[in-house]
């Protein structure tokens, strides 16, 4: 009876911890490298990007672009904070592209990050129409970029989204990436970069710096004049500043 029993507890175990085995430590490493970076991407995204259509749909008249300025910043800010530790806290294609190239992102992992950011995007800004009144939803185009309405503006629009988002990726880079630079207050800087971003640029390309962000908005609300814009001014910017840093 004795040995049954202790046959038993060598096989069940008996409530101690036990070493795992080679495939269970493959399994978690597989799961924490590769997948669960991915659903934090798409967490993170859809955070961000819900509270910022949202400051949009509700942004009163009388504060201009302060108010998506500080929603933006603000709330990067804090999930980057909560789940950076677990993906990097990109939540922006462009952010990931200049990170994958000074090495702080395998290549394997930018076209995954890519597509859960978008997918986040998407998420982020559906959950946003769902919770506003139908009238301040489309009077605020859902939160789409609207700024630029003619050619003439294009120019402007495309060089201040090239430049701005070469200040967040470079808070990014320097703050949370490099070795020699980077610091616990990270998280702050990015957002500042966002809110500086927005109050500086707001009214000349909307101050995007973040391809997710635009996408999800076009989606939802189908609007997609000048949509490009928002695609290739982040993109240029987060690639220039992963070949400077580089």
């Given amino acids: 009876m004795s040995g049954e029993r202790a046959m038993c507890e060598l096989e069940f175990g008996n409530g101690k911890a036990?070493?795992?085995s080679v495939g269970g430590r493959w399994q978690a490493s597989w799961y924490e490298?590769?997948?669960?970076?991915?659903l934090v991407e798409l967490l993170g995204s859809t955070l961000?990007?819900?509270i910022g259509c949202l400051s949009v749909i509700e942004n009163g008249?009388?504060?201009?672009?302060?108010?998506?300025a500080l929603a933006h910043g603000l709330a990067l800010g804090l999930v980057i904070a909560t789940l950076g530790n677990i993906s990097g806290g990109h939540f922006n294609p462009a952010v990931s592209l200049?990170?994958?190239?000074?090495?702080?992102?395998?290549?394997?992992?930018l076209l995954p990050y890519w597509v859960s950011q978008l997918l986040g995007g998407l998420l982020g800004a559906a959950l946003a129409k769902v919770v506003s009144p139908k009238e301040r939803f489309w009077n605020a185009s859902g939160a789409a970029f609207v700024t630029v309405q003619?050619?003439?503006?294009?120019?402007?629009?495309?060089?201040?989204?090239i430049?701005?988002?070469m200040l967040l990726a470079l808070a990014v880079c320097m703050g949370a990436i490099n070795e020699k630079t980077k610091g616990p207050l990270a998280p702050f800087s990015i957002g500042f970069a966002v809110t500086v971003g927005i109050l500086a640029g707001g009214t000349?390309?909307?101050?995007?710096?973040?391809?997710?962000?635009?996408?999800?908005?076009a989606v939802v609300a189908g609007h997609w004049d000048f949509h490009w814009i928002y695609w290739l001014g982040p993109l240029l910017g987060g690639l220039l500043v992963g070949l400077l840093i580089r």
Wanted: hydrophobic content about 50%.
């Fill in 18 to 20: 036990r070493e795992p």
């Fill in 33 to 38: 490298r590769l997948v669960q970076p991915c």
């Fill in 48 to 50: 961000f990007i819900f």
């Fill in 61 to 68: 008249m009388d504060t201009g672009v302060l108010q998506p």
């Fill in 98 to 109: 200049a990170a994958m190239l000074i090495g702080g992102l395998n290549l394997v992992m």
């Fill in 150 to 161: 003619e050619q003439g503006q294009v120019a402007g629009a495309l060089v201040a989204e």
């Fill in 163 to 165: 430049i701005l988002t």
């Fill in 204 to 217: 000349v390309s909307g101050g995007c710096m973040n391809p997710a962000r635009a996408f999800g908005p």
